[in-house]
């Protein structure tokens, strides 16, 4: 059985106050709060266990090594990839997208080439290919949503072309929750000879994934948002595509030898792994995989549906209200605005003194905006330790606010 309770008493955040009302937090969607665990994992790490891993042979390293190096498995585990070696660690899903932008597609993409992208898409999963176009005359080719927000897999696969080579898609739109079927998608474009990146960095959050089932080439995570250290992350990248891949960060550990003249490269995925990484962090999100695994992501998934559900019945009722995007089974994450002059700023600067926290702005996402005819939205992300009686504190404040601004 689903204890939220329990979940919620393993995050020592959840207990405290914001402006003197009990802290409902719902900006999971940009970060999440860590439990005990992953704190405990952070400070064992720095007090009692840190050294550089892989080059040192006295015990901490060793140590430090194993305890790193075991994460990729975990990975591994909590995508279901085929192989520990498929996994890259990144600094989080914006490093992985632009190690693919730089590593595989740069050196094999040319002018007139096509990248297809949807209008959902996060910053993270634009720019880099914004690279590509401004440097090497790359052509990015646009799928807009449906009305509701859903995206049609049958129009991503009507724009490829022949001279599409990537396709680029969330699995999850973090700003309206809609659920792409990236299966589909990959299904279609490995018909046709075209790889595909999914960015995965809110789906995985709130749901199992299955990279051996999708299908995809590239699939990118970040620790922050699965409730592990921000600078944490990783990628799954194909064999076959890594094969494709020249090395983008250059440095130690990602090199076999090195002389004056020549420079041997180390095999995946520790070639596309330079430098010191983030030992401490990564370790952490091991931890906080662990834990996700340990309640079951598909019990997390369901209590989450409901707490979407329950969100929408009460959001029905306020008519003064607009919720951008319902495409059907998204996940519960809610982009808000008021009729009226309210600003998304206003809104969330008076629910703040409610102590609900969300994010206001345009969440890394202008096109959509733009899309959708607005600048900004208020935007409430539910995540697994929220309840609904936080959807009641939520619903009680936009009621202050329509008081207000209304």
């Not at 008493?9 to 937090?25: C, E, H, M, T, W």
């Not at 299955?210 to 995570?221: K, L, R």
Request: charged residues 20%; aromatic residues 6%.
């Amino acid at each position: 059985m689903y204890d939220v309770e329990k979940i919620r008493a393993d995050f020592p955040i959840l207990s405290r106050q914001v402006n003197g009302k009990p802290l409902v937090y719902l900006d999971n969607g940009a970060s999440a709060q860590k439990p005990q665990v992953v704190i405990d994992a952070i400070t064992r790490g720095y007090a009692e266990e840190y050294a550089n891993v892989h080059r040192g042979l006295h015990y901490l390293s060793n140590l430090a090594t194993e305890k790193y190096e075991g994460v990729r498995g975990i990975v591994r585990r909590f995508l279901n990839a085929p192989s520990e070696d498929e996994i890259v660690f990144t600094s989080g899903t914006t490093e992985g997208i632009n190690l693919i932008s730089y590593a595989w597609a740069a050196p094999r993409l040319q002018a007139g080439d096509e990248i297809v992208l949807s209008v959902l898409e996060h910053h993270a999963n634009i720019v880099p290919w914004h690279f590509l176009r401004e440097r090497q005359g790359v052509v990015l080719k646009w799928v807009e949503p449906e009305a509701d927000g859903s995206l049609d897999p049958a129009r991503v696969l009507a724009a490829i072309g022949p001279k599409t080579r990537l396709v680029a898609v969330t699995q999850m739109s973090n700003v309206l929750g809609t659920l792409v079927d990236v299966k589909t998608i990959c299904t279609g474009a490995r018909d046709k000879g075209v790889p595909v990146l999914v960015d995965g960095s809110q789906a995985c959050v709130h749901m199992p994934v299955d990279v051996s089932d999708i299908g995809c080439d590239f699939y990118a995570i970040t620790g922050h948002k699965l409730y592990g250290p921000s600078g944490s992350g990783a990628i799954f990248i194909h064999r076959d595509r890594m094969a494709e891949m020249r090395p983008f960060l250059g440095g130690g550990d990602m090199i076999d030898t090195v002389t004056r003249d020549t420079v041997t490269y180390a095999k995946p995925p520790m070639r596309f792994e330079a430098g010191t990484p983030g030992i401490v962090q990564q370790i952490g999100m091991g931890v906080a995989l662990d834990y996700l695994m340990g309640i079951g992501m598909a019990n997390i998934a369901a209590h989450e549906h409901a707490l979407r559900d329950y969100a929408q019945s009460r959001f029905a009722g306020l008519n003064w209200l607009n919720v951008q995007g319902n495409a059907p089974g998204k996940g519960a994450i809610f982009s808000l605005t008021l009729n009226g002059p309210a600003h998304p700023h206003d809104i969330s600067t008076i629910l703040d003194k409610r102590g609900v926290a969300v994010r206001a702005g345009s969440h890394c996402a202008m096109p959509l905006m733009q899309h959708l005819g607005v600048s900004a939205t208020a935007r409430a992300s539910f995540g697994m330790y929220n309840t609904m009686a936080e959807v009641d504190a939520l619903v009680s404040a936009l009621e202050l606010c329509h008081d207000l601004l209304g």
